[in-house]
């Protein structure tokens, strides 16, 4: 069953609320507390009992637990106690496909998964063979996947890749598939489609961070400006060829880039095409922490799962406090750099980088 994507009714709601009272074991307080949480958000939404005084140590417990959901959604309340309960009893639902100690895995998508465990929303891109190279369907299924995040009980939401490399950036066979219109009408439509795209990260609300196992290519790079934490391996490289695909800087890094990393390193970057290591990337301030190959996963899961602890709400309103005052210039900038590369997409230049990349002329 499609944990994330699917919404659970009020039937599935009330059959959990049913199969609580038949746990055989007691779950322990920290789950009471969860689940009293979910089901006051599901049925009455946010928060709205005054705080009880310190010393009434239970129901300031309950209320904690509940106000700590913030605004999460009633429907992604209740799919959350839903999907809890079916947790604690397995056995209880045999279309269940959560197993108990594994990480709760959303089916549905075709080039990620998406997992949700310890607080953390994982999004890993699915495509290894074709080094994770985003296609049209990926770019719809990010967006999906970001949504969900952004309404799931997680603290933090982590990109990362599967296979060798993080992403070698847009699926250069995206331009092969030209509509009716011409060519003309898919370059409109590539410029609708990234604007969207680079927009869901603009506004995504939580702490969004890019576990970088490998290489990065074009846009896989540009949209680490718009993260909050980027950590890579020793393994991986930046490279942002546009110049060399006739094309032009995308996911609003003619801002972010000029300033993380001064205004003549991200010109060497954006225009030049220099690839950097992930040492000099972090020199550059573009990631932040660089870690062993061999030691990286371990490493970087342990950090994280110490920051999917912290106080949810504080996590959320610190995130739009920096995130804030940039808002309305981002958008403009993802605005005017989609007008602009739908332009180069149509010039002479790109369509022969890109043809030559599909006659296996040429290579990066
Ligand atoms: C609609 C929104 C548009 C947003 C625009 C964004 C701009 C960008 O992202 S620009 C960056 C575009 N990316 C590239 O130019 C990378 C092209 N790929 C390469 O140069 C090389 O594949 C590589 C250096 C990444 C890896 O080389 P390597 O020799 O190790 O492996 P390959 O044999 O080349 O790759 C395996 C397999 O994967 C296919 N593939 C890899 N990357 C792409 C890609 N970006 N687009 C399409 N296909 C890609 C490659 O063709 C191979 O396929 P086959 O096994 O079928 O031959």
Known sequence: ???????????????????????????????????????????????????????????????????????LPKEAARQNYVDLVSSLSPSLESSSQVEPGTDRKSTGFETLVVTSEDGITKIMFNRPKKKNAINTEMYHEIMRALKAASKDDSIITVLTGNGDYYSSGNDLTNFT?????????KAENSAVLLREFVGCFIDFPKPLIAVVNGPAVGISVTLLGLFD??????????????????????????????????????????????????????????????????????????????????????????????????????????????????????????TNAVVNFLSRKSKL
Not at 49 to 64: E, R, S, Y
Not at 177 to 185: F, R, S, T, W
Request: charge should be positive; include cysteine; charged fraction near 25%.
């Open 229 to 350: 934490a980027v950590y890579a391996s020793d393994r991986a490289t930046f490279h942002t060829p546009f110049s060399h695909l006739g094309q032009s800087p995308e996911g609003c890094s003619s801002y972010t880039f000029p300033k993380i990393m001064s205004p003549a390193k991200a010109t060497e970057m954006l225009i030049f095409g220099k690839k950097l290591t992930a040492g000099e990337a972090c020199a550059q301030g573009l990631v932040t922490e660089v870690f062993p190959d061999s030691t990286f996963q371990k490493e970087v899961w342990t950090r994280l799962k110490a920051f999917a602890k912290l106080p949810p709400n504080a996590v959320r309103i610190s995130k739009e406090v920096i995130r804030k005052r940039e808002r309305e210039k981002l958008h403009t900038v993802n605005a005017e750099e989609c007008n602009v590369l739908q332009g180069r997409w149509l010039s002479d230049e790109c």
């Open 177 to 185: 598939d030209i509509p009716p219109g011409g060519v003309e009408e």
């Open 1 to 71: 069953m499609n944990r994330t994507a699917m919404r659970a009714s009020q039937k599935d709601f009330e059959n959990s609320m049913n199969q609580v009272k038949l746990l055989k074991k007691d779950p322990g307080n920290e789950v009471k507390l969860k689940l009293y949480a979910l089901y006051k958000q599901a049925t009455e939404g946010p928060c709205n009992m005054p705080k009880p005084g310190v010393f009434d140590l239970i129901n300031k417990a309950k209320w904690d637990a509940w106000n700590a959901l913030g605004s």
